[in-house]
């Protein structure tokens, strides 16, 4: 099993006058742990790397300037995590030159080795892009990107890499909201392949991170046509491939409870907005040749004749990691 970022743990390791610290054979350069006594928190962890004034550090370092690397105390927010793996988180660290972060980083890969870590997860803010290319360098590569940082990685085993592949699937709600008069909340696209062809489907969306399914497709239908709902159940889903930048895509079609009745469109994302007949949305061309369409009309006949049972998201917490979550199953 791969280290990921999140399963971290602050390691306390040896006082600065320890002398079980070990230094990297690199000639004339030390290399120790520095950690402050106590260690409250896992952000007061860091490694230090104390560079000796001597003409052999031209030879340690390369072509780096000598000036900047002796000058430099080059510390590199580490954190271990449970899967015998480094995080160097670089928002905590100091603002440095490439060369020396080049310097820091080579060195401490040796350190690491020397320990028998695996996987170097190294999150870089964007306002540290400069030090991207030093991080490829060192063999480093992307693994993903946020708006606000880019995390790159490597792997220092000679063994096959288990990092942890990045996200794999985006997912995507579609919401089902029948009134008492068999009447289905339908919408037209003001965007996207949809749009201007005349074709009415049900309010979509996509789930924001952190968010429950059943609390993105309320707010979906709530954002798309102003219209208040209840969750009720997931009634089925897709999953797609190459949907989104080569992405995968995972589909929820849910059922919703109207709690209001008049539309108030959103402009921006949505042509027109109505309550349809359920007999007029299946009549459409779309819903009997596209393959999806149809399959949505056909779970709705099904809800609307009791031969459907849904999904209900259940609350639980795990007892391992204390986080609580939805288990959706049939009752």
Same mark, same amino acid.
């Given at each position: 099993m791969g280290n990921g970022e999140n399963d971290v743990k602050p390691v306390k390791g040896p006082s600065i006058n320890d002398d079980r610290l070990l230094p990297l054979s690199f000639p004339l350069i030390g290399i120790c742990l520095l950690l402050q006594d106590p260690v409250p928190t896992a952000n007061s962890l860091v490694m230090s790397i104390f560079v000796k004034s001597s003409p052999g550090i031209d030879i340690a370092f390369g072509n780096e300037g000598k000036a900047e690397v002796e000058e430099a105390m080059l510390m590199l927010p580490v954190m271990h995590d449970k899967y015998e793996g480094v995080i160097v988180d /670089?928002?905590? !660290?100091?603002v440095m030159e490439p060369e020396v972060f080049c310097s820091a980083l080579r060195a401490s890969m040796s350190l690491w080795k020397k320990q028998g870590k695996r996987g170097v997860w190294i999150k870089l803010p964007i306002e540290k892009v400069n030090l991207v290319e030093s991080a490829v360098q060192q063999g480093f590569w992307f693994h993903h990107a946020e708006p606000t940082y880019l995390m790159l990685i490597n792997w220092l085993p000679v063994v @096959?890499?288990? *990092? @942890? !592949?990045? %996200?794999?699937h985006r997912v995507g709600v579609g919401a089902v909201v029948l009134n008492?008069?068999?009447?289905?909340?339908?919408?037209?696209?003001?965007?996207?392949?949809?749009?201007? /062809?005349g074709v009415w489907k049900i309010p979509t969306g996509v789930v924001d991170e952190g968010e429950d399914i059943h609390d993105a497709i309320v707010r979906e239908v709530k954002e798309e046509t102003?219209?208040?709902?209840?969750? *009720?159940e997931i009634? !089925?889903?897709?999953? %797609?491939?190459?949907a989104y930048f080569d992405k995968s895509d995972l589909f929820f079609v849910c059922m919703l409870r109207p709690l209001s009745f008049d539309i108030r469109r959103q402009h921006l994302e949505i042509e027109a907005a109505q309550w349809m007949p359920f007999e007029e949305y299946a009549s459409q061309p779309a819903a009997r040749e596209d393959g999806l369409f149809r399959s949505i009309t056909e779970v709705c006949f099904s809800k609307l004749h009791g031969n459907c049972t849904g999904f209900v998201p259940v609350p639980m917490k795990s007892i391992f990691c204390g986080r609580s979550n939805c288990f959706y199953r049939s009752i």
């Open positions: /670089m928002k905590k !660290a100091p @096959p890499c288990t *990092l @942890p !592949a990045n %996200a794999s008492d008069q068999r009447e289905i909340l339908v919408v037209q696209e003001n965007s996207g392949c949809l749009r201007g /062809m102003g219209i208040d709902t209840e969750f *009720l009634l !089925a889903f897709r999953q %797609a491939h190459k």
